[in-house]
């Protein structure tokens, strides 16, 4: 993946958290398939800002290391734990080439990760690394773009951010342009890979029991825009969550 993408965002990355679609429907969606992480140890895989990573701390985490190939966004999260300690780690690696980090975690969380493999066997590698870093019978929690997405379907603005197609392919399936419709819009291109590519590599490197989980809505998010408002996103959902085993 391009890491000065990321480099160039830093701190506005943040900003990401405050659009619609994302405050109600990833975070909670997330938040929710994840669960309970007291007393656990979680790996927090593409942390950029470190917004996870702090998340899972003040939910109890016994201990948190969030990673990203991105220099600068481990430099923003190293300065918000700075500034709020919390106790959490972070490190700068990427994810297809990760070694061994001297534990293995009970949970592992990737947000828009694999979709950053610059090719199938990038992914694998990616996968098999996460999962040479968990306990047995640990879980992998995924968030990405939905393998199922239209892009025909009605704009996605409304709720924050706008996502189409290049016109590029790589191996593991077309690439797509998104922009996030911040102050200052921030664009980033990625890869859409298919949701037999993803099956594929995490069942390759050991992971089981593969679950897509459906995003909902926060009740607060209906309650401040209305359910109407929603109808474009949940009858074509441009994200989808995904759960596994070690």
Not at 127 to 149: M, T
């Amino acid at each position: 993946m391009s890491v000065q993408q990321y480099d160039e965002i830093g701190e506005a990355f943040e900003g990401f958290k405050a659009l619609p679609a994302v405050r109600y429907g990833e975070v909670p969606s997330f938040l929710a398939m994840v669960g309970d992480v007291r007393g656990r140890s979680v790996l927090d895989l593409a942390s950029g800002t470190g917004f996870y990573s702090r998340e899972f701390k003040r939910r109890g985490a016994a201990d948190v290391f969030g990673f990203d190939i991105s220099g600068e966004m481990v430099a923003v999260a190293k300065e918000l734990e700075e500034r709020d300690p919390l106790g959490v780690r972070y490190g700068v690696a990427d994810a297809a080439e990760l070694r061994p980090l001297g534990q293995r975690f009970d949970v592992a969380v990737a947000v828009q990760l694999l979709n950053y493999a610059e090719d199938i066997a990038a992914m694998e590698r990616m996968c098999r690394n996460v999962h040479a870093n968990l306990a047995p019978g640990a879980e992998l929690f995924l968030f990405n773009q939905s393998p199922d997405y239209d892009f025909a379907g009605p704009s996605l603005a409304k709720y924050g951010f706008v996502t189409e197609l290049t016109g590029e392919e790589a191996e593991a399936g077309p690439r797509v342009r998104t922009t996030a419709l911040l102050d200052r819009p921030i664009t980033i291109v990625s890869t859409f890979p298919r949701r037999e590519v993803y099956e594929k590599c995490l069942l390759a490197a050991g992971f089981s029991e593969l679950t897509w989980v459906p995003l909902t809505v926060s009740d607060a998010g209906v309650e401040a825009f209305g359910e109407e408002f929603w109808a474009d996103f949940l009858a074509n959902p441009p994200l989808e969550m995904l759960r596994c085993r070690a």
